[in-house]
């Protein structure tokens, strides 16, 4: 802890922290015990983000992360598209293809952004805000891929391709973002044509290389 942060909040960010990764909630002595202060401190914080929504307490008197979070979370998805347009349009006028963010959100992959290329007669239409669940898409597939290789590693390949999206029909083709804390996605193209051609893969490395330096 440094002169120029606050220690207030600091452990107030660490307690949203730690209960975003539980699924059961934590209690005051646990949090206390897992913050290594005492549990007056524990409730001064609880009562102050609880003002704001960010915690809710149920019976039990569990902590667990409250729905304010989830407003937060929205504001923070146009952040996102702005960062990540640069590369996508890049990706898109480079392919003559699709380009897309994709987020986790719970149980599903999230188009957050998507940028179509302006040269092609024609291309395919995927829209922002479609969802679908992680294992039936290219971008879904890399975020799973993903988990099993933590921090700034990657995959052998580095991509994923698929032959037929279940959701449009077309190619396509996605690398995960990684070394970000807190965010879970890939950067993908979609493509009308059956067999994606070999530069594709690597060209989506590279676009996902570059969202993830820009939201760093």
Same mark, same amino acid.
């Given at each position: 802890m440094t002169a120029e942060t606050s220690?207030?909040?600091d452990r107030g960010v660490r307690v949203l922290k730690l209960l975003a990764d539980s699924e059961r909630g934590l209690t005051v002595t646990e949090l206390a015990a897992r913050l290594a202060v005492n549990r007056t401190v524990v409730y001064r914080l609880l009562a102050t983000l609880e003002q704001h929504g960010l915690v809710r307490r149920d019976i039990g008197g569990r902590a667990r992360v409250g729905l304010g979070v989830l407003r937060l979370a929205h504001r923070v998805h146009p952040l996102l598209r702005e960062a990540a347009l640069p590369a996508l349009r890049s990706l898109a006028e480079d392919l003559g293809a699709? &380009?897309?963010l994709t987020l986790v959100d719970g149980a599903e992959a999230l188009a957050v952004a998507v940028v179509e290329?302006?040269?092609t007669d024609f291309h395919v239409a995927y829209r922002t805000g479609l969802r679908h669940p992680l294992d039936e898409s290219a971008a879904g597939r890399a975020i799973l891929e993903a988990r099993n290789f933590p921090g700034q590693r990657r995959p052998e390949q580095g991509f994923v391709i698929t032959r037929a999206e279940e959701q449009s029909g077309a190619s396509g083709a996605a690398a995960a973002l990684l070394g970000l804390s807190g965010i879970e996605g890939s950067v993908g193209v979609v493509m009308l044509n059956g067999l994606v051609p070999e530069r594709v893969g690597p060209?989506?490395?590279? &676009? &996902?290389t570059e969202v993830a330096d820009a939201l760093r």
């Open positions: 220690q207030t909040l699709t &380009a897309h290329p302006s040269w060209r989506v490395v590279e &676009a &996902a």
